[in-house]
């Protein structure tokens, strides 16, 4: 169970310290490999941060002094706690229904012709308040502590009118206070069309713009705006409205792109300076220039891939090869991923993306951290950062996604306190 900590630790006796320093930038190419490992690393940390980062035995005498709680890691993986940069946290119910019929043979479409998808979401999102949709919420949060995640980005998008993404929006600030994980907020404002609004897509966009984004910026819910840019979901010059709109209040876009058919959402992200383009299963040999010449980062999602059953992935080799800042994250929702193991997140991106085990480490923590533009503070063990980091139960970092769908993580620190600690 959590419990309060004392002014410092010092986590000692780590077989692989995986510090992750560097600059705060996304790392690219051969520096996605990088991992700043220290053998027989330790961690000293006082209060929220980190203090110093060495080897045990340099620490010894500085812990000794600040009178650090010893916590003895016995040879196992410490690194930077993972930073999930893309979920769908607030929702209400399930969506096993759909689950049932794609295994029947129905796709993502033709369920949400249906009725399902995204409009269920919505459905079950209007008969519940926000003390159920918080309380629902939580229990998901306890277990990305269990799993080793630090750091949850977290998307409106369910409410599909203006009073409910309202009200989805301040279930995540509820959500916020008391929190053990931080959460970063985000306004996921085109997701679906409602189904009042059939036939009228462009006075629906209207309603964003004029009243939906205004009112977020006005009670500060968000600090990022996204939209679904895809077949049979919004055009790219809907989402550019959109984003425009949201700028001028401060928002800082990020994009849904090419995950069903290449629309030109990728560049449209670039052009908009996205802090992420995510999913990318369609990109272009374009597009994949485009992306490594940006400073927008490429968040794969290969668990929405795993659960509809596709046998096409992000292009994660060609991208990582051409220059490309590449991240990862769970992409947690009820609907075609209800994963939030980054651990097992890792996995697919090693077996099914042919990342290899350091740059899947890389990609889930610092270039998350960059996806929210949070890589000044957390994504690394260095002094002067949040004290976020997590204790794995391997003695080689590559076992991490070599023993699948396993959570190996046995202590979660986020901001000096110790969040879980496996009995």
């Known amino acids: 169970m959590p419990h309060t900590s004392p002014p410092s630790f010092f986590f000692r006796n780590a077989a692989q310290l995986l510090t992750l320093s560097g600059p705060p930038v996304p790392r690219r190419g051969a520096a996605l490999g990088e991992l700043g490992m220290i053998p027989r690393g330790g961690v000293l940390t006082e209060g929220v941060t980190i203090l110093a980062v060495g080897s045990t035995r340099s620490l010894e005498r500085q812990a000794l002094r600040l009178r650090a709680e010893a916590i003895d890691c016995r040879g196992r993986v410490v690194m930077p706690g993972f930073i999930d940069s893309h979920t769908h946290l607030i929702f209400a119910g399930s969506r096993v229904d759909d689950y049932e019929l794609r295994l029947r043979g129905k796709t993502y479409e033709e369920i949400a012709q249906a009725g399902g998808g995204i409009q269920s979401s919505a459905r079950t999102i209007r008969k519940s308040g926000i003390p159920s949709l918080v309380e629902h919420a939580r229990k998901f949060l306890d277990q990305f502590a269990a799993h080793g995640t630090t750091t949850v980005e977290v998307k409106s998008g369910y409410g599909l009118d203006i009073a409910q993404e309202l009200k989805v929006l301040r279930a995540i600030r509820s959500l916020q206070t008391g929190a053990a994980l931080e959460l970063v907020p985000t306004l996921l404002a085109l997701h679906a069309l409602p189904s009042s609004f059939r036939g009228r897509s462009e ?22 705006i996204d939209c679904f840019c895809d077949r049979g979901a919004f055009s790219v010059e809907d989402c550019r409205h959109v984003f425009d709109a949201g700028r001028k209040f401060g928002l800082t876009p990020r994009i849904h792109a090419e995950q069903l058919a290449r629309t030109g959402a990728t560049r449209l992200g670039i052009e908009v300076d996205a802090a992420s383009a995510d999913h990318l299963d369609k990109l272009s040999a374009g597009d994949i220039r485009a992306l490594a010449r940006s400073n927008t980062v490429a968040t794969l999602l290969p668990g929405a891939n795993f659960h509809l059953g596709l046998r096409q992935y992000p292009p994660a080799r060609k991208l990582i090869d051409a220059g490309a800042a590449v991240a990862l994250a769970t992409d947690f929702n009820p609907g075609t991923s209800p994963t939030l193991n980054m651990q097992f997140i890792m996995s697919l991106a090693c077996t099914q993306m042919r990342m290899t085990p350091a740059e899947a480490i890389a990609a889930s923590t610092v270039n998350g951290a960059c996806a929210l533009r949070r890589a000044d503070r957390v994504g690394s063990l260095e002094a002067g950062k949040q004290a976020d980091l997590i204790v794995l139960d391997v003695g080689d970092y590559r076992e ?24």
Not at 209 to 219: C, D, F, K, Q, S
Not at 400 to 419: E, S
């Open 203 to 224: 006075k629906y966009v209207e309603e964003v713009i004029t009243r939906l984004v205004p009112g977020v910026a006005h009670e500060k819910l968000a600090e990022f």
């Open 400 to 423: 991490i996604p070599y023993y699948f769908a396993v959570n190996h993580c046995v202590m979660t620190v986020k901001r000096g306190k110790i969040v879980y600690a496996r009995k």
